[in-house]
T-cell receptor, first 113, second 118 residues
Framework: DSGVTQTPKHLITATGQRVTLRCSPRSGDLSVYWYQQSLDQGLQFLIQ???????AKGNILERFSAQQFPDLHSELNLSSLELGDSALYFCASSVSGPNEKLFFGSGTQLSVL | AQTVTQSQPEMSVQEAETVTLSCTYDTSESNYYLFWYKQPPSRQMILVIRQEAYKQQNATENRFSVNFQKAAKSFSLKISDSQLGDTAMYFC???????????????FGQGTRLTINP
């Protein structure tokens, strides 16, 4: 168990819909990252938050947004869903400093039908 | 931008054998971290080993060890006495330290699918 909690584990929805993925980082970790893993694109970095502030942005679509709340949990919102958004979405957290490393949650498998 | 390349899409070895997975990367940074992550069929991403670029000593974690060649920008993973449970996709990844300006994220290679046969 990595200590990073993601909910839900599975999500099935229809095109055009909006979903929210939730992530609770490990205790003490201030950074939260979101990654998308699809068969044809591999692991793609979406966005990073540090202590509530956006720190880095990757290949995140405008239809997607995220935030990190004061209690450090994070949510990834996906809207106007398309078939191509079907993927495994990972959240990871890390503590900054000499021992930096990312721990991943078990992921949310999103299926858009 | 940093890139990570894993040139072996698939590998297969017999149980108890030693196997080495290759990884090369490209960066202009002098200080960074390198990682190997394992993704078994459960699809959980599991950290296997971590290397700090400013440390010349190669990292080891039980049966897992790395060969870090900074000048060659090479970072291979050696698995000794391989076990059936080592069957997984293995990803090499690069990350800049938090305090360095710029995007701080893990950049992954495309992965190597490793199968351990009984």
């Amino acid at each position: 168990d990595s200590g990073v909690t993601q909910t839900p584990k599975h999500l099935i929805t229809a095109t055009g819909q909006r979903v929210t993925l939730r992530c609770s980082p490990r205790s003490g970790d201030l950074s939260v990252y979101w990654y998308q893993q699809s068969l044809d694109q591999g692991l793609q970095f979406l966005i990073q938050y540090y202590n509530g502030e956006e720190r880095a942005k990757g290949n995140i679509l405008e239809r997607f947004s995220a935030q990190q709340f004061p209690d450090l949990h994070s949510e990834l919102n996906l809207s106007s869903l398309e078939l191509g958004d079907s993927a495994l979405y990972f959240c990871a957290s890390s503590v900054s400093g000499p021992n930096e490393k990312l721990f991943f949650g078990s992921g949310t498998q999103l299926s858009v039908l | 931008a940093q890139t990570v390349t894993q040139s072996q899409p698939e590998m297969s070895v017999q149980e108890a054998e030693t196997v080495t997975l290759s990884c090369t990367y490209d960066t202009s940074e002098s200080n960074y971290y390198l990682f190997w992550y394992k993704q078994p069929p459960s699809r959980q991403m599991i950290l296997v080993i971590r290397q700090e670029a400013y440390k010349q000593q190669n990292a080891t974690e039980n049966r897992f060890s790395v060969n870090f060649q900074k000048a060659a920008k090479s970072f291979s993973l050696k698995i000794s006495d391989s076990q059936l449970g080592d069957t997984a996709m293995y990803f090499c990844a690069f990350m800049k330290p938090f305090l360095i300006q710029g995007a701080q994220k893990l950049v992954f290679g495309q992965g190597t699918r490793l199968t351990i046969n009984p």
